[in-house]
Each structure stands twice: as structure tokens, then as C-alpha cells.
């Protein structure tokens, strides 16, 4: 039988319900902590695509770099890439967090003074854009009311 069950995305705290067919699903409880809204949904998968694809730029950055053959213009071309990727990844998560964007060259830098930490770099750009979201704190202040009244 199809059930429909109240939860919160585990990204943005947004209310919504979810449909499930309680024959196959025995542990909603559980499911229902990994859930995430639609909107969530498509931003991590373009996020996690970016994140991928820088990984493995600066993973060849630094396999060219070690093995002396980045030339002058490899190293442009590279620099070109991650320029355009980290624009894209920084458009990405502030437009879904609704923060300001705002690019700047050290993300490129900071990658490629640490290529093999590219994927660490991006996620924790991501967290310190989501830690500023007004979508978070219009959660946090309605939770605050909600204890308030109780
Ligand atoms: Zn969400």
C-alpha cells in the first residue's frame, strides 16, 4: 500500500512528503533521515559532476607536474580548465544556497599548490557557502519559534 510520510531534507531542512510503498519499505524511520528535496537533489548531482571533473584536472596537473613535463602552456591550458570549472562550481552552490557569489582566483591557487586535495578544497568551499544560507537560517529560526512556543 502506498503511505505518505512527513520528512526534512538532510541538505536544506525543507519540510515535504514523501511517497513509499510500505511493502518494500520496512524501515521508513531510516530511509527517511537520507532524503532529500528535489531542489537538493539536481544541485548535488551538478556538484558532485564538478567536483569530479576538477579532481581529475588537477590530478593530471600534478601528474604532469611531477613527471617535469608541464610546459608554460600545459600549465595555462590546466589553470584555463580549473578557472572555468571553479567559476562553475561557485555559481552552482551560491545559487543554490542563495549566498552572494563571488569567484575569486585563490580557489584555482589553492588547488594547485595541493592537486591531490582538489576534492577537499571544493567540499569545503561548499560547506563554508552553506554554513552562510539564509535557507539555513530560516530553518534554525523557525525551529527556535517552534521551541519557544512549545
Ligand atoms: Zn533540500
Same mark, same amino acid.
Given at each position: 500500500?502506498?503511505?505518505?510520510?512527513?520528512?526534512?531534507?538532510?541538505?536544506?531542512?525543507?519540510?515535504? /512528503? !514523501? +511517497?513509499? @510503498? @510500505? /511493502? =518494500?519499505? #520496512?524501515?521508513?524511520?531510516?530511509?527517511?533521515?537520507?532524503? $532529500?528535496?528535489?531542489?537538493?537533489?539536481?544541485?548535488?548531482?551538478?556538484?558532485?559532476?564538478?567536483?569530479?571533473?576538477? *579532481?581529475?584536472? !588537477?590530478?593530471?596537473?600534478?601528474?604532469?607536474?611531477?613527471?617535469?613535463? %608541464? @610546459?608554460?602552456?600545459?600549465?595555462?591550458? &590546466?589553470?584555463?580548465? %580549473? #578557472?572555468?570549472?571553479?567559476?562553475?562550481?561557485?555559481? !552552482?552552490?551560491?545559487? $543554490?544556497?542563495?549566498?552572494?557569489?563571488?569567484?575569486?582566483?585563490?580557489? #584555482?591557487?589553492?588547488?594547485? /599548490?595541493?592537486?591531490?586535495? !582538489? /576534492?577537499?578544497?571544493?567540499? =569545503?568551499?561548499?560547506?563554508?557557502?552553506?554554513?552562510? *544560507?539564509?535557507? %539555513?537560517?530560516?530553518? +534554525? @529560526?523557525?525551529?527556535?519559534?517552534?521551541?519557544?512556543? &512549545?
Amino acid at each position: 500500500m502506498m503511505t505518505t510520510m512527513p520528512y526534512r531534507c538532510r541538505m536544506c531542512g525543507r519540510a515535504g /512528503e !514523501a +511517497a513509499y @510503498d @510500505d /511493502e =518494500f519499505v #520496512v524501515k521508513a524511520e531510516y530511509w527517511k533521515e537520507l532524503l $532529500h528535496c528535489d531542489r537538493c537533489g539536481d544541485f548535488k548531482e551538478r556538484f558532485l559532476f564538478l567536483r569530479e571533473r576538477t *579532481s581529475n584536472v !588537477a590530478i593530471a596537473f600534478w601528474a604532469y607536474q611531477t613527471t617535469n613535463r %608541464l @610546459d608554460t602552456e600545459l600549465e595555462n591550458r &590546466l589553470r584555463e580548465k %580549473l #578557472v572555468r570549472l571553479t567559476r562553475q562550481i561557485v555559481e !552552482a552552490t551560491c545559487r $543554490h544556497w542563495r549566498v552572494m557569489a563571488e569567484w575569486s582566483p585563490d580557489f #584555482v591557487q589553492m588547488i594547485v /599548490e595541493q592537486p591531490r586535495r !582538489a /576534492e577537499f578544497i571544493v567540499n =569545503f568551499y561548499a560547506k563554508g557557502v552553506r554554513k552562510d *544560507s539564509p535557507l %539555513l537560517l530560516q530553518i +534554525a @529560526d523557525a525551529q527556535t519559534e517552534k521551541q519557544n512556543a &512549545l
